[in-house]
T-cell receptor, first 113, second 112 residues
């Protein structure tokens, strides 16, 4: 079975500052990794995914994440955040070949003006 | 807008009752997934259907059941409801058996 730990439940930042949301996973098999975003009163939207290949993955809205197998991490980064990035962010892992994810508990990104 | 629709948006019911949540996938998507999001348990996968057949099961209680109809819409039935069943229930769909999922806006269930 897989599990995901999102190390920060809340991350406050100022607009135009860089941000990193941390995610660590555990699994005994090869995995796929995902980041989803949930805006208030909406469903989840896929930001980016790592399936194989390059460990640096670029997603929508200027976000990127780096897969680090030795540290079992998949941290999400953005060099300059906007107020509109305020949302809940979920890291998720699935076993290779499956798109059914196990989700972390989420990190609330709060962007202040 | 993901193209996945869920009805109703909100549902308030009493303990012991039974409710049905409905999901219409994106046009052309054959696979439907159900998830439960609660403060206690976080976001959890419940069940997946592909072209009418159950394909994967997660942490779904025996009091809960689902089905996917020939027109590919899906229903999640929750019975003998308890206070702890209060949660957001999301449906997602994908084109293939294992593929990127598109989430609906959710149904918020409140059990009183």
């Amino acid at each position: 079975a897989q599990s995901v730990t999102q190390l920060d439940s809340q991350v406050p930042v100022f607009e135009e500052a860089p941000v990193e949301l941390r995610c660590n996973y555990s699994s005994s098999v090869s995995v796929y990794l995902f980041w989803y975003v949930q805006y208030p009163n909406q469903g989840l939207q896929l930001l980016l995914k790592y399936l194989s290949g390059s460990t640096l993955v670029k997603g929508i809205n200027g976000f990127e994440a780096e897969f680090n197998k030795s540290q079992t991490s998949f941290h999400l980064r953005k060099p300059s955040v906007h107020i509109s990035d305020t949302a809940e962010y979920f890291c998720a892992v699935s076993r290779e070949g499956s798109y059914i994810p196990t989700f972390g508990r989420g990190t609330s990104l709060i962007v202040h003006p | 807008d993901s193209g996945v629709t869920q009805t109703p948006k909100h549902l308030i019911t009493a303990t012991g009752q039974r409710v049905t949540l409905r999901c219409s996938p994106r046009s052309g998507d054959l696979s439907v997934y159900w998830y439960q999001q609660s403060l206690d348990q976080g976001l959890q996968f419940l069940i997946q259907y592909y072209n009418g057949e159950e394909r994967a099961k997660g942490n779904i209680l025996e009091r809960f059941s689902a089905q996917q109809f020939p027109d590919l819409h899906s229903e999640l039935n929750l019975s003998s409801l308890e206070l702890g069943d209060s949660a957001l229930y999301f449906c997602a769909s994908s084109v293939v058996l294992a593929g990127e999922q598109y989430f609906g806006p959710g149904t918020r269930l409140t059990v009183t």
